[in-house]
């Protein structure tokens, strides 16, 4: 039972995880699940990875936190890196996504600033998702996540995903525009993956209209989707990439990357967190971003994402409740044509965890490192499931 001293916001949750090994974890009871959520998209190299865990041990051992009242050698190494892996300039750290998403936000308005624009505005997609804190909760694209918060953050002007003829229309009415912010798949919006000319018509227009083209990559980077940052999968770099969850394989990390057009702007006294980019999580995640690149797990994320996407549409074919099979590396989701969230509890006791996003979205985030052996018991498990039904 989930105990009457935490706030009710995650509801009642019926399963106490105390052991975890690869893709495996383990109850109370000693119970064995195959996990396909990895802690929503954070960890990535699977649990206890003996890299990770020894990186975390030796800075605790040495010095967790200091602030950034001081310079850290762990958070220079790490900027250092994914400044490298992205292309991009410049980066803060944060603790979480939203508060990427945050810094991303905070960017934005400097730059409509910097351009005299008094009321800067972002465009945000219908059904996105950017974090549960109030700027992002408003650019967020779900009515449930605003009931209850209003007065909503004012300056996002929303428009549908997927669809560059609304951006353009937007840019000819409302002169307040300076950036866009998008999902390059909308993760829990349902797995959405738009159209191939997409993302780069989105980069196309921001240029035309001297906008900031900014990236929420919180779910889709780490290797998630087949390449380090989903955008490397295209011709164009972003102005801002917002990233998180996968970062620290479950020490809270995230950070937000610019590129030169908003590297600059944040200057001394600007922003800042107590938390942010201390030793323990820049050493858990030097650890995460050496060891995906080493050992080729976006490459493999992408080959195991075709591989379970084929051996699902197989398993899966002729059954009346699926209505798609999609995705990108190991970001995956089967549509059914009904309400699905009561397949959470019959897979857990299969030994399978699984995950349920608007509401008939069966969403799949296994680790990056999955073997086919794991694979195919995934498949095996989670299409019994679905056909035994609700
Ligand atoms: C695309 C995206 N942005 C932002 C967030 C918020 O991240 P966090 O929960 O770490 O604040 C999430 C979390 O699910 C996400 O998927």
């Known amino acids: 039972m989930t105990s009457s001293a935490l706030m009710n916001n995650y509801g009642t949750r019926k399963l106490t995880l105390t052991k975890g090994d690869g893709s495996w974890v383990w109850d109370d009871q000693g119970n064995r699940y195959l996990d396909a959520i990895s802690g929503i998209a954070v960890c990535?190299?699977?649990?206890?990875?003996?890299?990770?865990?020894?990186?975390?041990?030796?800075?605790?051992?040495?010095?967790s936190h200091c602030s950034n009242l001081f310079n850290i050698k762990a958070q220079e190494t790490l900027a250092e890196r994914l400044i490298d892996i992205s292309g991009?300039?410049?980066?803060?750290?944060?603790?979480?996504?939203?508060?990427?998403n945050e810094a991303a936000i905070k960017l934005a308005r400097l730059f409509g600033h910097s351009k005299d624009i008094d009321e800067p505005a972002?465009?945000?997609?219908?059904?996105?998702?950017?974090?549960?804190?109030?700027?992002?909760?408003?650019?967020?694209?779900?009515?449930?996540?605003?009931?209850?918060?209003?007065p909503l953050v004012r300056g996002f002007v929303r428009a549908p995903f997927n669809d560059l003829e609304a951006i353009k229309t937007i840019a000819t009415n409302n002169k307040n525009v300076i950036a866009v912010l998008v999902e390059p798949i909308q993760g829990e919006g349902g797995i959405r993956v738009p159209d191939e000319?997409?993302?780069?018509?989105?980069?196309?227009?921001?240029?035309?209209?001297?906008?900031?083209?900014?990236?929420?990559?919180?779910?889709?980077?780490?290797?998630?989707?087949?390449?380090?940052?989903?955008?490397?999968?295209?011709?164009?770099?972003?102005?801002?990439?917002?990233?998180?969850?996968?970062?620290?394989?479950?020490?809270?990390?995230?950070?937000?990357?610019?590129?030169?057009?908003?590297?600059?702007?944040?200057?001394?006294?600007?922003h800042g967190s107590t938390f942010g980019g201390n030793p323990l999580a820049c050493a858990a995640g030097?650890?995460?971003?050496e060891t995906i690149i080493?050992?080729?797990?976006?490459?493999?994320?992408?080959?195991?994402?075709?591989?379970?996407?084929?051996?699902?549409?197989k398993q899966l074919e002729g059954c009346e409740s699926v209505v798609d099979i999609r995705g990108q590396g190991l970001m995956l989701a089967v549509e059914l044509n009904t309400p699905c969230a009561g397949l959470v509890d019959k897979a857990a006791k299969k030994g399978l965890l699984i995950n349920v996003t608007a509401e008939s979205v069966i969403r799949l985030l296994p680790t990056l490192n999955l073997t086919t052996d794991e694979a195919d018991q995934l498949v095996n498990l989670l299409s019994e499931v679905i056909k035994q039904g609700l």
Not at 88 to 100: I, R, V, Y
Not at 260 to 265: D, H, Q, R, S, T
Not at 294 to 313: P, R, V
């Open 44 to 63: 990535g190299l699977g649990h206890a990875h003996p890299t990770v865990t020894k990186a975390i041990a030796d800075q605790a051992a040495t010095l």
């Open 88 to 100: 991009l300039s410049k980066l803060f750290f944060s603790n979480s996504g939203a508060e990427a």
């Open 122 to 150: 972002i465009i945000v997609m219908q059904n996105s998702f950017h974090g549960r804190t109030l700027a992002t909760l408003t650019a967020t694209g779900n009515r449930k996540v605003h009931a209850g918060f209003e």
């Open 197 to 270: 000319g997409y993302l780069p018509g989105l980069r196309q227009i921001c240029d035309e209209q001297d906008w900031l083209f900014m990236l929420d990559e919180i779910q889709t980077s780490n290797g998630r989707t087949g390449r380090y940052f989903n955008y490397q999968h295209y011709d164009f770099l972003p102005d801002v990439v917002t990233t998180a969850k996968g970062l620290g394989n479950g020490v809270p990390i995230g950070a937000c990357l610019a590129g030169e057009k908003a590297a600059e702007l944040m200057q001394p006294g600007s």
């Open 286 to 289: 030097l650890a995460t971003v």
């Open 294 to 313: 080493n050992e080729n797990l976006c490459e493999k994320a992408e080959s195991m994402g075709n591989y379970l996407q084929q051996q699902l549409g």
